[in-house]
């Protein structure tokens, strides 16, 4: 879904911005915006500089909500998206017969990207996820690896879960910040979006 932010304006009256404007925007955690208005006195630049208050004060309409726009998407909550790293099939599963035991082995053919040890794995039947997780065991001929590229084949194991069959997808995934930006747009003002 998309994020939804919306100003609160704590306060709002006409002429230059005062100590107590700064003040108010330094208790509540806000800025102070002023449109078209005289140069702050300095004993007022001094109390926001002094009490990290950020001051926005333009004579161009647009270009304080342009940086009204950069600001929300700065204090933007950051989204956390998974990223598909690589994607194998399962072709057949390999009974692998030991001197006390067998192990199941899914026998797999990466088509996209690589599958990694080192990444979150996810295993679907038919869209569904059976399984989420990671790789106990990833080896190609007979070795142990840490990651199968496209095009290759490989034998998976997944710790405990062995309820693997032919033809379930296995998705390794990544899990990545996204930080919202502030975009310009045609004839004035800012959209936040994502890249």
């Not at 002023?34 to 630049?45: R, T």
């Amino acid at each position: 879904g998309s994020i939804r932010m919306k100003i609160n304006v704590v306060y709002a009256s006409v002429g230059p911005y005062t100590t107590s404007d700064v003040a108010l925007a330094h208790a509540t955690g806000g800025v102070v915006c002023a449109f078209n208005v005289k140069a702050a006195s300095p004993e007022v630049d001094s109390l926001s500089r002094e009490r990290g208050v950020k001051v926005m004060s333009h004579r161009v309409i647009y270009h304080l909500l342009d940086e009204i726009g950069e600001l929300m998407a700065e204090r933007a909550p950051v989204v956390m998206e998974e990223e598909v790293l690589g994607e194998a099939e399962i072709l057949q599963v390999i009974e692998v017969k030991r001197s006390r035991n067998s192990l199941s082995v899914a026998g797999c053919k990466v088509h996209s990207g690589r599958v990694s040890k080192d990444e979150k794995v996810r295993v679907e039947r038919n869209g569904e996820v059976v399984y989420e997780g990671s790789f106990s065991s990833l080896r190609r001929h007979e070795l142990d690896v840490d990651a199968v590229g496209k095009g290759n084949d490989c034998g998976a194991m997944f710790g405990e879960w062995k309820d693997y069959q032919a033809g379930d997808v296995v998705k390794c995934v990544h899990t990545v910040p996204r930080k919202l930006q502030a975009r310009a747009v045609e004839g004035g003002g800012m959209r936040i979006e994502d890249d």
